[in-house]
Nanobody
Framework: QVRLVESGGGLVQAGGSLRLSCAAS????????MGWFRQAPGKEREFVAA????????YYADSVKGRFTVSRDNAQNTAYLQMNSLKPEDTAVYYC????????????????WGQGTQVTVSS
């Protein structure tokens, strides 16, 4: 069993930055691809970014490409999502997730989920 805990969310003005962290416990993350999803009120959970277990590949949704960067530190059992040039439409609860497969971009394909962290971008 893998337990994931996100942190780093908050309120930021448009154009600002936030860095989300996802700390894992229970098992090492080195054999898991890590994904980030987000869910805005009244909308479905959507894929944001993913990083392969060795960080050799990353993949982004078009809506965040060039603004967000996913990374990981397997020694610290932690994944990150650096979010720059934030827009009001980035406002959502952000979830960290893990799966032992690549490349998954739908929520149902992921095995483990964190509880989410709120990101609010004001205009």
């Amino acid at each position: 069993q893998v337990r994931l805990v996100e942190s780093g969310g908050g309120l930021v003005q448009a154009g600002g930055s936030l860095r989300l962290s996802c700390a894992a416990s229970g098992r090492t993350l080195s054999s898991y691809a890590m994904g980030w999803f987000r869910q805005a009120p009244g909308k479905e959970r959507e894929f944001v970014a993913a990083i392969r277990w060795g960080a050799e590949y990353t993949y982004y949704a078009d809506s965040v490409k060039g603004r967000f960067t996913v990374s990981r530190d397997n020694a610290q059992n932690t994944a990150y999502l650096q979010m720059n040039s934030l827009k009001p439409e980035d406002t959502a609860v952000y979830y960290c997730t893990a799966v032992q497969a690549w490349l998954m971009t739908t929520a149902g394909e992921y095995t483990y989920w964190g509880q989410g962290t709120q990101v609010t971008v004001s205009s």
